[in-house]
């Protein structure tokens, strides 16, 4: 690209440091111990499940480095294409298999470098460039450093991040009124049948805690924990039918097994996590698909307050009778109804977002590559080399 040069990765940071090769002791509360787990596939940091450290500990796992706004966090080993800016107010240390770039601010836009890792130039790149091991496949952080990538002048770089940063930020205001939409089906699910502030409760009649229309049954005479069919990936047929294991969407078919709106129950590897799908659909043998003749609305929620235990085989996974035993609050038909009435629009509301987001993302994916190669905006088809 006319105007671009290549420059080693050394040669436009201030440093490139990895994370401790050890991890410490978990605390309650305190600095967040930054992991793998916590970093998106899509570039943002989820703390929903943070592992906390103490102040003390915080001191002897940042003596090499210590994160600071505006650098750029990555993955080095195991899974890899993991990237991530750090946010304001961030307070913590890098975790296992963890690494930063702190950037040289004279010579780049470390948004510009963000985008670039998450292109699919960056990805063929990496997956060129390493080393598979025999448990786990790496970078070799040593020669990270001399990675070479195309760089334009500030200004580019400064309009190729806007232009993209426009994007993730209407994703960032879909995804803030999703998790408020979230909250607020949940506040009404739990002050409706966990605290028993229903509409009509200072009227209603009380027999051992319920009200007296209500019944206490076994999860298993109100739904079946189907199972799901095995579906390897190299036998998936990319289609309009998302594919569920127990970690969520793990990909799509051309044909469905369960109708939609459906709720997925995670069975083998993350045991006991629920998921609901808007679209008919794909699950694998790993989970569950839930069956069920009352409120599904209401059924999704409950199956989070439900303690799922892990059975005793070879191959951990849930123990579906044990499931079947757990008790569950049946509220009156009135009850669920009303219930559906207030929580279907806001799932559906939820389903717009995220077909919007999805939108979004396709339109920013397919910009990226064209805007880093230079063909939008940069010009020129040519480039030179510094090393």
Known sequence: MKGWTEYKLKDISEGIYDGPHATPNKANSGAIFLGIKNLTEDGRIDLTDAFYISEIELKKWTKRVTPQFGDLVFSYEATLHRYALIPEGFHGCLGRRLALIRPNLDKLNIKYLFYLFL???????????QVSGSTVDRIPLIKFPEYKIPLPSLAIQGRIVNILNMYDQLIDVNNQRIRILEETAREVYKDWFVRMRFPGYKRAKFLKGIPEKWKIKKLGQVIELAYGKALKEEDRNEGEYPVYGSSGIVGSHNSYIAKAPGIIVGRKGNVGSVFWATRDFYPIDTAFYVKSNISLYYIFFNLHHQNFIEGDSAVPGLNRNQAYSNYIIVPSKDALDNFDVIV?????????????????????????????????GAGGNSSKSKS
Request: charged share 30%; no cysteine.
């Open 344 to 376: 279907k629009p806001i799932f559906d509301m939820l389903q717009i977002l995220r077909e919007q987001n999805a939108d979004l993302k396709q339109i920013r994916d397919r910009l990226l590559p064209r805007l880093i190669s230079g063909k939008l």
């Open 119 to 129: 292109s699919p130039f960056w990805r063929s790149f990496i997956e060129a460039n």
